[in-house]
């Protein structure tokens, strides 16, 4: 008999959000007149621009004739994506990339899973508690853990603890990790990441020959000026850091699927034997091997995200999240609610009512709101306590939600 990967096994019941479905769908049932509002995963509601429309329309019919045809393209990505990239999103940063460290693919989420391919097993790897569980299962699926203990923690993993007494902002490791990640604007908690702070994770990383892995997915949502959009803002962090950014939430490709991942020429790591090794050449060789690369028609499309018209209509679809942020928290914050977040992230990250559990107040809101969310807990053990919202809804509905949580806690 095949034998399985037993790493499968020592995961927690269930993905957080397939959980969450389950809940949802049995209350459903049960309850067919309930219109339920979803504020709970991060998908987006609002229509692609319609200049990213026209882009994709114009590429399929390129498809359709003989002389523009294209079949395989390079699976690191087309050019005309790649240097769109370097001009309109990094440049205007001051940061400096060549056309050989920007890696396209179809979203960032496979990114930060798979490019633990190209890192051994034996690194010791720091996340984040709370944290996007990806980061967690992941190494948990490649046998870097072991077993977790009674509050959800894996032995193989150190966890930076963010919390509100360290404004969600974790402090730098007392003991040296080879890999840390870092999401900013973060999610769950929504918080950011100044200047001075990722300055003194580079000078952590540069000081110990650890690897940054910084999840950019939502820095198109930064509202407030001085906060850094990238990490390679920081000088020396293109030798320490790899950098994953997503079209997912900034242009609305959740079901379209397009991501970058910049790896410097400058960025190595040890054989074990010690010999220097660049990082890029290796990730180049598994998305190689891998990875066919995304199609001509997404591509075209992600590049008319950063044209003049379409930029323009990216950034009103943006707005309208984040006043959506806004109206969240300022709701919840007339209602009594502690609340973090929804100024330079879509999500709203807030504290619960004294004596509710994360599911408990999970159950509640959909039961008696008939509203989702996200249980703070599914994001890690730090997370009891705290519940997530999503901007990414219909306003409509946005208002409403609040008016009924509003009603309720009341």
């Known amino acids: 008999m095949a034998r399985l990967n037993d790493n499968y096994l020592k995961l927690k019941a269930g993905y957080l959000f397939p959980e969450i479905g389950r809940r949802v769908k049995a209350f459903s049932q049960a309850n067919p007149e309930a219109k339920i509002i979803r504020l709970g995963i991060g998908d987006v509601t609002q229509p692609l621009a319609p200049a990213?429309?026209?882009a994709f329309h114009d590429a399929v019919d390129d498809l359709a004739s003989k002389d523009n045809f294209m079949g395989y393209g390079p699976e690191q990505g087309y050019e005309f994506l790649i240097e769109t990239l370097i001009e309109k999103s990094y440049q205007p940063l001051g940061v400096q990339l060549?056309?050989?460290?920007?890696?396209?693919?179809?979203?960032?989420?496979c990114d930060c899973a798979n490019i633990l391919d190209i890192f051994a097993l034996d690194n010791k790897v720091a996340i984040c508690d709370p944290v996007y569980p990806v980061y967690n299962d992941t190494n948990v699926m490649i046998g870097r853990t072991g077993?977790?203990?009674?509050?959800?923690?894996?032995?193989?993993?150190?966890?930076?603890?963010?919390?509100?007494?360290?404004?969600?902002?974790?402090?730098?490791?007392?003991?040296?990790?080879?890999?840390?990640?870092?999401?900013?604007?973060?999610?769950?908690?929504?918080?950011?990441?100044?200047?001075?702070?990722?300055?003194?994770?580079?000078?952590?990383?540069?000081?110990?020959?650890?690897?940054?892995?910084?999840?950019?997915?939502?820095?198109?949502?930064?509202?407030?000026?001085?906060?850094?959009?990238?990490?390679y803002e920081i000088e020396g962090a293109k030798r320490c850091a790899i950098e994953f950014r997503s079209f997912s939430k900034t242009a609305g490709f959740t079901g379209v699927r397009c991501a970058l991942t910049v790896v410097p020429e400058e960025l190595l790591a040890a054989t074990g034997n010690g010999e220097k090794v660049s990082l890029n050449k290796l990730?180049?060789?598994?998305?190689?091997?891998?990875?066919?690369?995304?199609?001509?028609?997404?591509?075209?499309?992600?590049?008319?995200?950063?044209?003049?018209?379409?930029?323009?209509?990216?950034?009103?679809?943006?707005?309208?999240?984040?006043?959506?942020?806004?109206?969240?928290?300022?709701?919840?914050?007339?209602?009594?609610?502690?609340?973090?977040?929804?100024?330079n992230a879509p999500y709203i990250w807030l504290k619960t009512p004294t004596g509710l559990s994360s599911w408990d107040f999970f159950d509640k809101l959909l039961s008696e709101c008939h509203v989702v969310?996200?249980?703070?807990?599914?994001?890690?053990?730090?997370?009891?306590?705290?519940?997530?919202?999503?901007?990414?809804?219909?306003?409509?509905?946005?208002?409403?939600?609040?008016?009924?949580?509003?009603?309720?806690?009341?």
């Open 147 to 231: 077993e977790a203990n009674e509050k959800g923690y894996y032995e193989g993993l150190t966890y930076l603890a963010c919390t509100e007494a360290n404004g969600f902002n974790p402090a730098i490791p007392q003991e040296r990790v080879d890999i840390v990640y870092l999401c900013y604007p973060n999610n769950p908690t929504g918080t950011v990441a100044t200047r001075d702070d990722l300055k003194k994770w580079v000078d952590y990383a540069l000081a110990n020959d650890t690897v940054i892995f910084f999840d950019a997915a939502y820095e198109a949502f930064i509202t407030e000026p001085g906060i850094p959009h990238s990490i």
């Open 283 to 343: 990730w180049n060789r598994r998305q190689s091997t891998k990875f066919n690369g995304v199609s001509y028609p997404v591509q075209k499309a992600a590049a008319a995200v950063y044209s003049d018209e379409g930029w323009a209509q990216v950034k009103e679809t943006i707005d309208y999240y984040m006043e959506n942020a806004r109206l969240i928290r300022e709701g919840l914050q007339a209602a009594g609610l502690t609340v973090y977040g929804g100024v």
């Open 373 to 410: 969310g996200t249980p703070g807990s599914g994001f890690g053990p730090s997370g009891e306590g705290f519940y997530r919202l999503s901007a990414f809804g219909d306003r409509d509905n946005v208002i409403e939600a609040i008016a009924r949580i509003k009603k309720n806690l009341a």
């Open 52 to 54: 990213i429309l026209k």
């Open 98 to 109: 060549k056309t050989s460290e920007i890696f396209i693919s179809d979203g960032s989420k």
